[in-house]
């Protein structure tokens, strides 16, 4: 496997389940990121990790719960979904977030749909 | 606080027509500008970059100008292919406090056609 990658690439849910999305990257980064993407609406950016610390969140509902076991590996939990909560959700990391020169490469994203 | 513009799409295009593009931005400082471009069912990748007033980012035969005296980075292709097909988001990075920020505009849909 190389770059980012998203598991699963779709998931169907209903409000009252609990599931989680997974991310991995196999860059070496040290940095990563959740965003939301919704149709018409620009790329929100959700949550930020740095070597594991959380660096960032970015008044996200409670019902969102992110993960970063390692360096490599985020998850975003997700309970007591609302329909509006329907997006792709997609994972970024980065070398690091203290310069403003390290890319942030993107992962395919998972499709959520909430029933 | 910071914010980007660009145009409405969908824009749809006949293959080896000119493509723009247009995004245009608010912010503090200096910040960097980039292009991302989505395609069916993938992630975005980064298409091309500008970190300072009159750079020109270019790859794949896509360029635009970082302008600091209209606030603007339109995307340009002299001539698309069907492979072009795709979402285009327009994005900025602050240089200091939070400078892994991107602020992205909402996408245009291109579709080139045959």
């Known amino acids: 496997e190389t770059g980012v990658t998203q598991t699963p690439r779709h998931l169907v849910m209903g409000m009252t389940n609990k599931k989680s999305l997974k991310c991995e990257q196999h860059l070496g980064h040290n940095a990563m990121y959740w965003y939301k993407q919704s149709a018409k609406k620009p790329l929100e950016l959700m949550f930020v990790?740095?070597?594991?610390?959380?660096?960032e969140n970015n008044s996200v509902p409670s019902r969102f719960s992110p993960e970063c076991p390692n360096s490599s590996h985020l998850f975003l939990h997700l309970h007591t979904l609302q329909p509006e909560d329907s997006a792709l959700y997609l994972c970024?990391?980065?070398?690091?977030?203290?310069?403003?020169?390290?890319?942030?490469?993107f992962g395919p994203g998972t499709r959520l749909t909430v029933t | 606080g910071n914010s980007v513009t660009q145009m409405e799409g969908p824009v749809t295009l006949s293959e080896e027509a000119f493509l723009t593009i247009n995004c245009t931005y608010t912010a503090t400082g200096y910040p960097s500008l980039f292009w991302y471009v989505q395609y069916p069912g993938e992630g975005l990748q980064l298409l091309l970059k500008?970190?300072?007033?009159?750079d020109k980012g270019s790859n794949k035969g896509f360029e635009a100008t970082y302008r600091k005296e209209t606030t603007s980075f339109h995307l340009e292709k002299g001539s698309v292919q069907v492979s072009d097909s795709a979402v285009y988001f327009c994005?900025?990075?602050?240089?200091?406090?939070?400078?892994?920020?991107?602020?992205f505009g909402k996408g245009t849909l291109l579709t080139v056609n045959p």
């Open positions: 994005a900025l990075r602050n240089s200091g406090g939070s400078n892994y920020k991107l602020t």
């Open positions: 970024a990391s980065s070398q690091d977030t203290g310069t403003s020169s390290y890319e942030q490469y």
């Open positions: 990790y740095s070597l594991e610390e959380r660096v």
């Open positions: 500008a970190t300072k007033a009159d």
